[in-house]
């Protein structure tokens, strides 16, 4: 099993939820079918009974009925319907979570605990649900998402079924491939002798990856029940976002920062009335042109009002021209084109009691929150970073600086192989850009490396200083097609006289400082 067992999470499946929320009555429901571009998408029960199927072209779905009636699938429409519905989760169970529309997850352990177990729970939250209408609900308990939303399409005459702990394994291999989702995958195991879940967790889980890739290997921890994978949080409201228009258009930050302070206020109330908290939010500021400038904003607790602000600043900041040599103030500095409208939208939100102070107080890391947030309010939004490690062969690449609050986007795996990385232990100090040095032989004689990685004498003096030790050299070549990216070289370890050991680069002539150890 994953070393990070899967959470246990009662999963709520509404059946035919398109259909329920295009027709807004429970079931059942006449002969009906929802099509996109001339394909079926969903349709009842009395449908399926006359041979109507999901995929199906809409021609021959109506050879087959043709009083079937048939409606524009509008998702959007589906998930505006399925918005009251987590709300009235929530009002019983705090912290669902939406996977889709008509489908909702949330942890166990705390309505399961105010019930009485997982399955008192679950009977409690579909009579709560079919007295307020939704009576088709089916409740699945399981160890993870994946196994629970599986149990709950199998939940019997009760509408609920819970699964014991560790039992998903056992639960799951019967199942045919085809709940994975994934087709192709399904029709290649059954040509290999494979056609159940079973049968597919039973193979080599390295062998998986290598064969199948990481997505492979996710499926395959599916088939084995390690469904670990965490909850992404559900959609805001969009009656959370609040927006300010300004009659003259403002063109300094300062004034803008000023006049939306009361729109944060506001929507912090909102979340406030909701029992949520802001953890991602989207500013979009309008200029007297029409144009809108959006931009995404993390946070690493939660937003507050003064938060807000701050990121409307730094967002102002960014539009406006660099400042010139000629000494013009900070407030002709960040003058832009004029603002007539900032619009504030929570774009992922949480419950609140998550984000509670302690008993006796905040802890540790809140008050180093406080603390960096307002230096970095001081110093501007990338004052202040957080590091990273990201692949790459360079020890400059090989960084990734992040201003702190925002979630660092690794485009580079350090995971993966990279030949010619350095291995470790790495230098202490990375020059960034790297410093030119003078790495010449005995005599000042010039180093040069053949094709072969042969030197043409050993390094004797690094700057000025004597070289007791050195090794390599190893070659680094990359972006070869791409003549704007490439580089070739050697790398270089040097041990000077001061004891100062040096990882140097050697390319085209010229000897480059990349880092110094410690």
């Given at each position: 099993?994953?070393?990070?067992?899967?959470?246990?999470?009662?999963?709520?499946?509404?059946?035919?939820?398109?259909?329920?929320?295009?027709?807004?009555?429970?079931?059942?429901?006449?002969?009906?079918?929802?099509?996109?571009?001339?394909?079926?998408t969903a349709c009842t029960d009395s449908a399926r009974a006359h041979g109507v199927r999901v995929g199906q072209r809409?021609?021959?779905?109506?050879?087959?009925?043709?009083?079937?009636?048939?409606?524009p699938h509008d998702t959007a429409q589906d998930e505006r319907a399925f918005r009251p519905v987590l709300r009235l989760?929530?009002?019983?169970?705090?912290?669902?979570?939406?996977?889709?529309?008509?489908?909702?997850?949330?942890?166990?352990?705390?309505?399961?605990?105010?019930?009485?177990?997982?399955?008192?729970?679950?009977?409690?939250?579909?009579?709560?649900?079919?007295?307020?209408?939704?009576?088709?609900?089916?409740?699945?308990?399981?160890?993870?998402?994946?196994?629970?939303?599986?149990?709950?399409?199998?939940?019997?005459?009760?509408?609920?079924?819970?699964?014991?702990?560790?039992?998903?394994?056992?639960?799951?291999?019967?199942?045919?491939?085809?709940?994975?989702?994934?087709?192709?995958?399904?029709?290649?195991?059954?040509?290999?002798?494979?056609?159940?879940?079973?049968?597919?967790?039973?193979?080599?889980?390295?062998?998986?990856?290598?064969?199948?890739?990481?997505?492979?290997?996710?499926?395959?921890?599916?088939?084995?029940?390690?469904?670990?994978?965490?909850?992404?949080?559900?959609?805001?409201?969009?009656?959370?976002?609040?927006?300010?228009?300004?009659?003259?258009?403002?063109?300094?930050?300062?004034?803008?920062?000023?006049?939306?302070?009361?729109?944060?206020?506001?929507?912090?109330?909102?979340?406030?009335?909701?029992?949520?908290?802001?953890?991602?939010?989207?500013?979009?500021?309008?200029?007297?042109?029409?144009?809108?400038?959006?931009?995404?904003?993390?946070?690493?607790?939660?937003?507050?009002?003064?938060?807000?602000?701050?990121?409307?600043?730094?967002?102002?900041?960014?539009?406006?021209?660099?400042?010139?040599?000629?000494?013009?103030?900070?407030?002709?500095?960040?003058?832009?084109?004029?603002?007539?409208?900032?619009?504030?939208?929570?774009?992922?939100?949480?419950?609140?009691?998550?984000?509670?102070?302690?008993?006796?107080?905040?802890?540790?890391?809140?008050?180093?929150?406080?603390?960096?947030?307002?230096?970095?309010?001081?110093?501007?939004?990338?004052?202040?970073?957080?590091?990273?490690?990201?692949?790459?062969?360079?020890?400059?690449?090989?960084?990734?600086?992040?201003?702190?609050?925002?979630?660092?986007?690794?485009?580079?795996?350090?995971?993966?192989?990279?030949?010619?990385?350095?291995?470790?232990?790495?230098?202490?100090?990375?020059?960034?850009?790297?410093?030119?040095?003078?790495?010449?032989?005995?005599?000042?004689?010039?180093?040069?490396?053949?094709?072969?990685?042969?030197?043409?004498?050993?390094?004797?003096?690094?700057?000025?200083?004597?070289?007791?030790?050195?090794?390599?050299?190893?070659?680094?070549?990359?972006?070869?097609?791409?003549?704007?990216?490439?580089?070739?070289?050697?790398?270089?370890?040097?041990?000077?006289?001061?004891?100062?050991?040096?990882?140097?680069?050697?390319?085209?002539?010229?000897?480059?400082?990349?880092?110094?150890?410690?």
């Amino acid at each position: 099993m994953d070393a990070l067992a899967p959470l246990r999470m009662h999963v709520l499946w509404f059946p035919d939820w398109p259909l329920r929320a295009a027709l807004g009555a429970a079931p059942p429901h006449p002969p009906t079918a929802l099509v996109h571009g001339n394909v079926i998408t969903a349709c009842t029960d009395s449908a399926r009974a006359h041979g109507v199927r999901v995929g199906q072209r809409r021609r021959l779905a109506q050879g087959r009925l043709p009083a079937l009636r048939m409606l524009p699938h509008d998702t959007a429409q589906d998930e505006r319907a399925f918005r009251p519905v987590l709300r009235l989760i929530e009002a019983h169970a705090p912290g669902v979570h939406l996977l889709r529309p008509g489908l909702a997850a949330l942890r166990s352990r705390g309505i399961s605990r105010y019930h009485g177990s997982e399955e008192q729970a679950a009977a409690a939250l579909r009579q709560i649900l079919g007295e307020a209408g939704y009576p088709e609900v089916r409740i699945g308990v399981a160890d993870g998402a994946f196994t629970a939303e599986l149990a709950a399409r199998g939940s019997g005459d009760e509408g609920w079924a819970v699964i014991p702990p560790g039992d998903a394994e056992s639960f799951l291999a019967p199942l045919p491939l085809e709940v994975l989702g994934e087709p192709e995958l399904a029709e290649l195991l059954r040509r290999l002798g494979v056609g159940t879940l079973g049968g597919f967790a039973a193979l080599d889980a390295l062998s998986v990856r290598e064969r199948f890739g990481e997505q492979g290997a996710r499926l395959h921890a599916l088939a084995r029940g390690a469904d670990s994978r965490p909850l992404t949080p559900r959609a805001p409201d969009p009656q959370l976002s609040r927006r300010v228009e300004f009659e003259t258009p403002l063109g300094q930050s300062d004034q803008i920062a000023f006049a939306v302070r009361q729109t944060a206020d506001a929507v912090m109330l909102a979340l406030a009335d909701a029992s949520l908290v802001c953890t991602e939010v989207r500013i979009d500021l309008t200029d007297d042109d029409g144009a809108v400038t959006s931009r995404t904003w993390l946070h690493p607790t939660c937003f507050d009002a003064p938060d807000l602000v701050d990121r409307v600043r730094w967002q102002l900041e960014s539009l406006a021209p660099p400042a010139s040599d000629s000494g013009q103030d900070s407030d002709a500095a960040h003058a832009f084109r004029g603002i007539v409208g900032v619009r504030i939208a929570p774009v992922a939100v949480d419950d609140a009691a998550h984000h509670q102070p302690g008993l006796f107080g905040s802890g540790t890391d809140e008050r180093l929150h406080h603390a960096v947030s307002r230096v970095q309010t001081m110093l501007g939004h990338a004052g202040v970073t957080t590091a990273s490690v990201s692949g790459g062969r360079m020890l400059a690449d090989r960084q990734l600086l992040t201003p702190w609050g925002e979630r660092p986007v690794v485009e580079r795996d350090p995971g993966r192989p990279w030949p010619g990385n350095l291995p470790d232990p790495l230098p202490a100090e990375v020059f960034t850009p790297m410093r030119p040095v003078h790495v010449t032989g005995a005599g000042g004689a010039v180093i040069s490396v053949d094709a072969r990685g042969a030197l043409s004498c050993p390094p004797a003096l690094v700057d000025d200083s004597e070289v007791i030790g050195w090794a390599g050299p190893w070659p680094v070549h990359e972006h070869r097609w791409d003549a704007a990216r490439a580089r070739s070289g050697e790398r270089f370890q040097l041990l000077d006289r001061q004891h100062r050991a040096w990882l140097v680069f050697h390319s085209g002539g010229s000897w480059w400082a990349e880092g110094r150890y410690r």
